[in-house]
């Protein structure tokens, strides 16, 4: 039995769909309900209350877990005392070039090392499906408005994400590898707008934000360090924040998906 947390995020959801599909027992968690495919058992649990995980880790051998709560110990020894032996990790990129700004993942990711757990980390930069927060603007006025408009990034999709995911949990040697997930080249939100654009058939606006409308959005919906963490890396990424990662290619033996692709697959969102 293979635990998927996040199993109605965009990550989790398509892990699940991709392990039941090859035929493996799967348990997807999430504290709201998740449409998922027949045959998999669905386990309402919090994070954030890890006695809640009980009965979702009991007989289960491997999990799959995201930063969410705020105890990370607490989560693996109830992995632990359910049986699992092996943990993949979807940490962020930011908890290792940044990682006082992201030390949620950071934290998660130490407590992972120190498990006793077999264990793999995915750290993953910006997703491409972060552009679902342009969908409503775009829908009503053919507009995106964002901030460093010319700044590229390798923005990776979530079923890439997913699909070494899968890989990862039903093969051997994956142990102890932290990987870096990118897209296959750096794009910039000017670019991205006109990639949707494209798939639209019609042409998308793009209105350049100053860095403080940025960060004023952002806080709505961010914590304070995330959003200046997050502000940094789409402003002035560093090197390593840029960099076109191997990991995706080697572990799939395809390209990462690129950002037209995700914008083709999803432009019923933007119509
Ligand atoms: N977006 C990016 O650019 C980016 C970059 C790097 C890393 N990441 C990381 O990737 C992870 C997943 O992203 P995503 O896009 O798949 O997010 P998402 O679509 O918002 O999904 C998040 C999932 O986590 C579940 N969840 C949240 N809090 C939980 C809790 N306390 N207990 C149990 N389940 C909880 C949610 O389900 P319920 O609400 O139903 O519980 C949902 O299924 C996040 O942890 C994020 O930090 C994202």
Same mark, same amino acid.
């Not at 949620?104 to 498990?115: L, Q, Y």
């Not at 997930?181 to 750096?186: E, I």
């Not at 350049?208 to 990424?237: D, K, N, S």
């Given at each position: 039995?293979?635990?998927?947390?996040?199993?109605?995020?965009?990550?989790?959801?398509?892990?699940?769909? /991709?392990? &039941?599909?090859?035929?493996?027992?799967?348990?997807?968690? &999430?504290?709201?309900?998740?449409? /998922? %495919?027949?045959?998999?058992?669905? *386990?309402?649990? +919090?994070?954030?209350?890890?006695? *809640?995980?009980?009965?979702?880790?009991?007989?289960?051998?491997?999990?799959?877990?995201?930063?969410?709560?705020?105890?990370?110990?607490?989560?693996? +020894?109830?992995?632990?005392?359910?049986?699992?032996?092996?943990?993949?990790?979807? &940490? &962020?990129?930011?908890?290792?070039?940044?990682?006082?700004?992201?030390?949620?993942?950071?934290?998660?990711?130490?407590?992972?090392?120190? *498990?006793?757990? +077999?264990?793999?980390?995915?750290?993953?930069?910006?997703?491409?499906?972060?552009?679902?927060?342009?969908?409503?603007?775009?829908?009503?006025?053919?507009?995106?408005?964002?901030?460093?408009?010319?700044?590229?990034? %390798?923005?990776?999709?979530?079923?890439?994400?997913?699909?070494?995911?899968?890989?990862?949990?039903?093969?051997?040697?994956?142990?102890?590898?932290?990987?870096?997930?990118?897209?296959?080249?750096?794009?910039?939100?000017?670019?991205?707008?006109?990639?949707?654009?494209?798939?639209?058939?019609?042409?998308?606006?793009?209105?350049?934000?100053?860095?403080?409308?940025?960060?004023?959005?952002?806080?709505?919906?961010?914590?304070?360090?995330?959003?200046?963490?997050? /502000?940094?890396?789409?402003?002035?990424?560093?090197?390593?924040?840029?960099?076109? *990662?191997?990991?995706?290619?080697?572990?799939?033996?395809?390209?990462?998906?690129?950002?037209?692709?995700?914008?083709?697959?999803?432009?019923?969102?933007?119509?």
């Amino acid at each position: 039995m293979i635990v998927v947390t996040g199993a109605t995020g965009k990550v989790g959801h398509e892990l699940v769909r /991709l392990l &039941s599909e090859a035929e493996e027992q799967v348990t997807g968690l &999430s504290r709201q309900p998740a449409p /998922l %495919p027949e045959g998999v058992r669905h *386990s309402p649990a +919090d994070l954030a209350e890890p006695a *809640s995980l009980k009965e979702a880790f009991e007989g289960a051998e491997a999990l799959f877990l995201l930063v969410a709560g705020e105890d990370p110990r607490a989560i693996l +020894d109830m992995a632990k005392a359910g049986g699992i032996r092996r943990v993949v990790l979807l &940490s &962020s990129q930011g908890a290792g070039t940044r990682p006082q700004a992201y030390r949620h993942a950071a934290a998660f990711e130490d407590a992972v090392r120190g *498990s006793g757990l +077999d264990w793999t980390i995915l750290r993953p930069g910006g997703f491409t499906s972060n552009a679902f927060a342009w969908a409503e603007q775009i829908r009503a006025d053919r507009t995106v408005a964002a901030p460093f408009g010319d700044v590229g990034l %390798p923005t990776i999709d979530p079923a890439d994400i997913a699909e070494v995911a899968a890989v990862i949990l039903r093969e051997a040697g994956h142990a102890g590898r932290t990987y870096e997930l990118t897209g296959p080249g750096p794009v910039t939100p000017r670019e991205r707008a006109a990639m949707i654009g494209e798939a639209l058939g019609a042409a998308v606006r793009f209105v350049e934000q100053t860095r403080e409308e940025a960060r004023t959005q952002m806080l709505q919906f961010m914590p304070e360090p995330i959003a200046e963490g997050t /502000l940094a890396i789409l402003g002035e990424p560093t090197a390593a924040e840029q960099k076109v *990662s191997p990991d995706v290619q080697r572990i799939l033996g395809r390209a990462p998906r690129t950002f037209a692709d995700w914008a083709a697959r999803n432009i019923a969102a933007f119509r």
